[in-house]
């Protein structure tokens, strides 16, 4: 008995290799390292964090810190009585960036579909990169600090800085199709964590000259990398006279299921195939679709929820791992730092392997349902870790792995699914809007946690806050429940086909 079409397992890296030129190597690396460098330029405020509030409060009340003369100079910096105010206003400053980040996240993804994506994400790139320095370099150099000022600047540095992740997840998915892409996106997806392991590394390298110092040199690197952007980035294989994406797939059957994206729906009817939200012109070039119209694409609405809950719990380890390490522990900033990076490199391995293991089974939400339930064991696991920092850096990679694994398939591999369904025909200016929209409602989650962890911590202590992070990661499993089912369902379904066959 022959296996139907839809139910037939293809190699997954066949297509890929086939494929890959070495503009889809360029384009791999020119994204990636532009995406880490904005989240290395994120991370430096994370890990010095304890040094800008030793300089904001009152050298009494910092055991650590040195006699500074002229007193009125060191008084000029007085913005907190007391380390908790101080702290509380750092969870404010990550609220208030990540409330402009989801907001400009929502309008960055559809202007990058209606704009030349390489524009938009070097322009971001540069100006992020002057209000960072402005941020933490300037004002120190001027000693001059005021809170308005500083949440100003964190309010356009988070929009700003939205154009990122919508911009190079719609490159990618314009290089890259279906075949291989859970393991591709996985590897790339790492992106962000390398950032915050440059971030962490630069930051610790130059924080005993100074915390203005480590916001200097991440800044600067970040303009110099928009900067090669915009010079050397292709935004779509047109643009070197390749086809597009779906162009030949008439060409083998092979190649048609090679490039079919996974959220294809098996059990819509056949006259709602033949509907599609993305109407196409005489000419065959493809417009981009509306912002309400890209939320009524099966699955958007979903995971953007679950990513919202699953964000709050990655990014609250991005703002506060150093911080915790520091205040929980004892240890120097400088150390806490250089251990929370085993925290992104967990999430390097998570994010590729089970990409892989979603690209083999062709599906992403039971892969994400056995991660996130080993994600609720190892934070209950990590909130128990003793003062060893061996012992601590292996419980936090296997952290790493089971929570930012998951965050890295959500962000990347499963937007550019849900950008690349059968509604929208495969079209890439539904892609920077879909990304925006799972990135920017994940990011409101992710403003509302940073603020609540703050509040937690302060009047609770930090166990509640690895309770609160439980909480978080189960109502990621709740959100995604129906496309587990839906996803099994169809596995079993191919399983007996499969078994029929033989």
């Known amino acids: 008995m022959a296996v139907p079409g839809s139910f037939r397992r293809q190699p997954a890296n066949r297509g890929l290799v086939s494929h890959c030129t070495h503009h889809h190597i360029v384009v791999f690396l020119l994204t990636f390292f532009s995406y880490s460098l904005l989240h290395a330029s994120r991370k430096t405020f ?43 206003f750092l969870g404010t400053l990550d609220t208030i960036f990540l409330f402009s980040y989801a907001v400009g996240l929502f309008v960055s993804g559809i202007v990058g579909d209606r704009l030349n994506l390489r524009w938009v ?30 949440s100003c600047l964190w309010v356009v540095n988070g929009l700003l800085q939205s154009t990122g992740w919508p911009c190079v997840v719609a490159v990618m998915g314009n290089w890259f199709g279906k075949a291989g892409r859970g393991f591709v996106f996985g590897l790339w997806s790492a992106c962000a964590s390398v950032g915050n392991i440059l971030g ?16 200097l040199v991440t800044a600067s690197v970040q303009f110099a990398g928009g900067v090669i952007v915009f010079f050397g980035l292709l935004t779509s294989p047109k643009e070197v006279g390749l086809p597009e994406l779906g162009a030949d797939e008439d060409e083998a ?14 059990d819509v009817d056949d006259d709602d195939r033949n509907y599609s939200i993305q109407a196409t012109d005489n000419d065959n070039q493809p417009r981009a679709i509306g912002f309400f119209q890209a939320c009524c694409l099966p699955g958007v609405v979903l995971y953007s929820l679950a990513y919202a809950c699953l964000k709050l719990v990655n990014y609250s380890f991005f703002f506060w791992l150093p911080f915790y390490l520091s205040n929980n522990f004892g240890w120097k900033e400088a150390e806490a730092d250089q251990l929370s990076i085993w925290y992104d490199v967990g999430g390097i391995v998570g994010g590729t392997i089970q990409g892989l293991i979603s690209d083999v089974l062709q599906k992403r939400a039971p892969v994400l349902a056995v991660s996130l339930l080993f994600a609720v064991g190892s934070l209950f696991g990590y909130s128990r870790s003793p003062n060893s920092k061996p012992i601590n850096a292996v419980i936090m990679a296997i952290t790493g792995f089971f929570i930012g694994g998951p965050s890295n398939m959500i962000s990347s591999a499963i937007s550019a699914d849900l950008g690349r369904q059968d509604l929208v025909k495969g079209s890439s200016e539904a892609l920077a809007t879909v990304t925006g929209i799972v990135d920017g409602t994940g990011s409101i989650g992710a403003a509302v946690g940073q603020y609540l962890v703050s509040l937690i911590q302060e009047n609770l202590g930090w166990m509640w806050v690895f309770y609160f992070f439980i909480l978080m990661t189960s109502s990621t499993i709740l959100f995604i429940s129906p496309l587990i089912v839906r996803e099994i369902r169809l596995l079993l379904h191919e399983r007996r086909l499969r078994m029929l066959a033989e």
């Not at 992020?128 to 000693?143: D, I, N, P, Q």
């Not at 059957?253 to 079919?260: C, G, I, K, L």
């Open 46 to 88: 994370s890990n010095v964090k304890v040094s800008i509030s030793s300089q904001w409060t009152p050298s009494c009340l910092n055991s650590t810190a040195p006699e500074l003369r002229p007193y009125e100079l060191w008084s000029s910096s007085h913005l907190f009585p007391n380390a908790e105010e101080a702290t509380l």
């Open 121 to 150: 994400l070097s322009f971001g790139m540069c100006s992020s990169a002057l209000v960072v320095f402005s941020f933490g370099t300037l004002t120190e150099w001027l000693h001059f600090y005021n809170k308005w000022f500083y």
């Open 200 to 215: 962490a590394f630069l930051a610790s390298c130059v924080l005993k000259y100074g915390y203005e110092y480590a916001f």
């Open 253 to 266: 059957s092979v190649e048609e299921d090679a490039n079919r994206p996974l959220m294809g729906n098996d």
